[in-house]
Each structure stands twice: as C-alpha cells, then as structure tokens.
C-alpha cells in the first residue's frame, strides 16, 4: 500500500520535473492531467494518438480551436506552435531525447550480480554435498595421464601438446 | 508558410537505399568472414594434419600406446 504511495509519488515528482526541465515555455498550460492517467499516450511506433493532449481549455485556447476550423493561413505562426502543444505532449525530438537511465540499469545489474555472487558463495559453504571422487586432484591427475597415453587428439587437441620425449606439456 | 526554409528532407527511396546499403555490406562482410575463417582456421588445420601424417609411423605409435597399459586385449 505504501509502496504504491511512493511510487504514484515518485511519478509525479518525476513528470514534473521533466516538463519545467525541457520545455521552458513550450508546454501549454491547460489543465493537463499527468500522462499515465489520460488516455493520450503517444511514442515514436504509435505518433497519434486518438486523443489530444489538452483536453480542458480555457477561453482563450477554445478561442484558437474555433479559429483553426478556418482558413489555416490566418493562422500566426505562434498560434500554430500553441495548436501543435494542445495537440500533442512532446515533439519528436522531446519525446526521442536520450536519457541517463542506461547507467542506473547498468548499476542495478551489476550490483545484484554482486548480491548473486555472495549468495551462490554462502551456498558453497552451507549448503553443497562434499565433492566426488571423480573431482579429486588425484583422481584427475590419474585421468589425465590416461587420457596422454592414450594420445587423443594428437593432431592439434591435448596430446598435441604434450612433448613425449621430455615427459612435460610443450612451451 | 512564412519561414525560415530548410532544406526539403529526402521523401523517397528511403528503403531501397537502406536495403543497397546493407545488401553490399552484408556481401562485403560474409565474404570478409569466409575469407578469413579459410585463412586462419582451415588452412592451418590442413597443413597441421599433412605434417602430422608426412612422419606418422602407426606401428611404432601403437607400441607407445600398449607400453602404457591402456589396451586390454593387447598387453
């Protein structure tokens, strides 16, 4: 319950602060519910959405959308930008711009391999069966002379770099 | 439309220019690919092969073999 509380609060926090950061007088300024909770919800692979950004206008705005069903060449250029931000949250280059977030993905990877590591580490100590027999320095030490003698893989593989003569793997 | 005029972007051919682009570098680094597989794996392994076997003597190699004790019908 709380979790949710912090996380509705981080978003918030979050989408505003991107709004002042970005666009210093670029947004309009309707009453604009926060982006999760609208149905506008547009990205580079879906550009129009089925509802514009601003759906509250105030009676200046309404005024513009009254005067954007005529003749669209009496239109200032100010008032096509204002048309364009109720319309539309972000341009394509604010909507595409890259972010730092790669790092703290990266941070959190690495960081619960660090926390896999440990874990797997406790388990080797408290919890794995002893080692076989097969695993044994010995025993291996013992395979890997029969494997020599029997010369497998003489052309480029292990006995291929075994020195017979000198009894000792080749330099 | 009273503005600053930029340059009319490039509206068509988008893809047949993207597919000439990786159609010739696909072909280009498939052949590098071969080429170098050929050179620094297959012709190595060649040559290691006929060098092993230019002064291979079976006999004497099996004689090693059942020295060791390895063999159990051959003691």
């Known amino acids: 319950m709380s979790f949710r509380a912090a996380w509705s609060l981080v978003l918030r926090k979050g989408g505003l602060g991107m709004r002042g950061i970005h666009s210093p007088g670029g947004t309009a300024h309707g009453k604009e519910k926060m982006p999760p909770y609208t149905n506008y919800h547009a990205q580079r692979s879906y550009p129009m959405p089925d509802e514009p950004f601003c759906t509250e206008l105030n009676a200046e705005q309404q005024a513009l959308k009254e005067k954007e069903k ?3 060449t009496q239109l200032s250029h100010a008032e096509k930008v204002a048309l364009y931000r109720l319309q539309f ?14 790092k703290t993905v ?6 619960f391999f660090g926390f896999t590591g440990l874990l797997i580490w406790w388990q ?8 076989p027999i097969t695993l044994m320095d010995e ?3 013992q395979q890997l002379q029969r494997i ?7 052309v480029q593989g292990l006995a291929s770099r075994w020195d017979y003569e000198r009894k000792e793997w080749k330099k | 439309m009273a503005s600053s005029s ?6 068509r051919g988008l893809l047949a220019k993207r597919l000439r682009f990786h159609i010739v570098g696909a072909f280009f680094v498939s052949l590098g690919v071969a080429a170098f597989y050929k050179f620094a794996v297959a ?6 092969y006929a060098d092993f076997y230019r002064t291979y003597d079976s006999i004497k190699d099996f004689e090693e073999m059942r020295k060791t004790g390895i063999f159990q019908s051959a003691k």
């Open chain 1, 139 to 141: 025993w291996k030490a």
């Open chain 2, 43 to 48: 012709e190595p392994r060649k040559k290691a």
């Open chain 1, 106 to 111: 990266m941070g959190c990877v690495f960081f």
């Open chain 1, 124 to 131: 080797r100590v408290y919890v794995f069966p002893k080692k």
């Open chain 1, 70 to 72: 005529g003749s669209w």
């Open chain 2, 6 to 11: 930029l340059t009319k972007p490039q509206m």
């Open chain 1, 89 to 102: 949250h972000e341009t394509f280059t604010e909507m595409n711009r890259r972010s730092n977030e790669w």
């Open chain 1, 148 to 154: 020599l003698d029997m010369k497998s893989n003489p």
